[in-house]
């Protein structure tokens, strides 16, 4: 995959990107609305994107086997963090 050029932290740029779902083994998709998933996943975009922090964290869906309270408790946990400044729970945001 190719990498595109941009100014860096403080730039007009927002990064945005998603979390929640998991590949399964046979390639297809799953929900994962899970404090370790969403940790790992997190962790993930950041090392792919070459950035400290995510301008927007968003949850693709709510995930049925995991309470709303700790989906969003976890995108609460990665703002507090310092991973995003910013993180949207899909219609609920979790601010820093």
């Known amino acids: ?8 932290a403080g730039s007009d740029v927002l990064i945005a990107t998603k979390g929640g779902r998991a590949r399964l083994g046979d390639a297809s998709w799953t929900v994962d609305g ?10 993930g975009s950041l090392r ?4 400290e922090a995510i301008g927007l ?12 309270s700790d989906s969003v408790g976890a995108l609460r946990d990665l703002v507090g963090a310092g991973r995003g400044p910013d993180a949207d729970g899909g219609g609920t945001a979790a601010a820093g």
């Open 57 to 68: 964290y968003q949850l693709h869906k709510p995930d049925p086997a995991v309470p709303w």
């Open 34 to 43: 899970s404090f370790g998933h969403f940790r790992s996943a997190c962790e």
């Open 48 to 51: 792919r994107l070459g950035v």
């Open 1 to 8: 995959m190719g990498r595109a050029e941009w100014p860096g």
